[in-house]
């Protein structure tokens, strides 16, 4: 189970961080993607999969930008202006998390890593606990489901995921990711204080265990486009958020079972509202740390500067 473990960490942490690397500003749709269609998706693209045609791909507008800037083969960087030479701290795929390259940070550039890890500490380990014990809650006094009905719960509530999941990949090029993170984070604490409010009642149960499916999908993909935006893209923050969500699904797990089983079913709906809080009160913390971040200049900005450059480029 540790080697297991390890592998799926691996895993989620490379793979994200390629599509971060690859599709930047474009990679909110190609993260929404479940974890199998991702890494197929990824092993194409590298060319690593040989049964799959070698075509060119159409193109996105972020690669149609990357050929434009694109120096010729032949010419030689050093004659190129610093906006087009290649930058050396991308060379390698952890290098950005080198300890020289966070010198002279700004404090809410470490800021918006611990908040939105703990976002993601909270929302994902609130996917592992609900998965873990619905089952358990729902077989418990005052619900009493069978045995039988109980079990189909936990399959709702990955099959919602997934669901989630497929319709987040064409919202999320029509939504920013900050938004979708905003509706997801409100959604499950609406839907934990839903379950509290009716605990008596089956059907709410298995409404609001779909309904948490729904929210809790495309919570860790929208977040980590969003942070990766907010830090311009140098795929840094994926290892954090990764390893947030991680312990958070560790973590949340023994800490929910032990209080399930000291003070009772009805605890396991208090802990969802307590946790589903403490993940909306962070990422309002995000936002935040958001605005005091400095930043680039707006995109519509760099795009006129950058289409200026390569018009006089042209010219010459």
């Known amino acids: 189970m540790a080697l297991a473990g390890l592998a ?8 994200n961080m390629q599509l971060v690397r690859m599709y930047q500003k474009d990679s909110a749709v190609f993260l929404q993607l479940p974890v199998p269609m991702a890494v ?3 092993l194409s693209k590298e060319r690593l999969l ?5 075509r060119t791909p159409l193109l996105l507008s972020a690669d149609e930008l990357a050929l434009e800037t694109q120096p010729p083969e ?7 202006p610093p906006k087009f030479q290649p930058h050396p701290g991308h060379e390698d795929l952890f290098s950005c998390c080198q300890r020289r390259n966070c010198k002279g940070a700004p404090y809410s550039f470490f800021a918006i890593h611990i908040t939105a890890a703990l976002v993601l500490f909270m929302t994902d380990g609130l996917t592992g606990a609900y998965s873990a014990f619905v089952y358990s809650y729902a077989v418990e006094k005052p619900l009493s489901v069978g045995h039988k ?4 719960l936990p399959s709702l509530f990955w099959g919602f995921i997934t669901l989630g999941r497929l319709i987040s990949i064409p919202i999320s090029s029509r939504v920013k990711p900050a938004t979708m993170v905003s509706i997801n984070v409100v959604g499950v604490v609406m839907t934990f204080l839903v379950l509290l409010i009716f605990s008596y009642n089956v059907v709410f149960l298995f409404v609001g265990t779909a309904s948490l499916g729904l929210f809790l999908s495309s919570t860790f993909p929208s977040m980590l486009a969003y942070t990766e935006d907010t830090l311009q893209y140098k795929g840094c923050a994926t290892t954090v958020l990764v390893t947030g969500a991680g312990i958070g699904e560790m973590v949340l797990q023994m800490l929910v079972g032990s209080i399930f089983q000291a003070q009772g079913s009805y605890s396991f709906l208090v802990c969802g509202v307590i946790f589903g809080c403490l993940a909306f009160t962070f990422y309002i913390l995000l936002l ?24 006089e480029r042209y010219q010459r």
């Open 149 to 152: 009905v109980a079990g189909y």
């Open 40 to 42: 197929l998706f990824l």
């Open 74 to 80: 032949k010419e030689d960087a050093s004659s190129l």
């Open 8 to 15: 799926m960490g691996c895993i989620d942490t490379v793979a």
């Open 50 to 54: 040989t049964c799959c045609p070698q």
């Open 288 to 311: 935040f740390f958001h605005r005091m971040h400095p930043g680039l200049p707006s995109a519509p900005a760099q795009e006129r500067t950058l289409g200026m450059e390569n018009s």
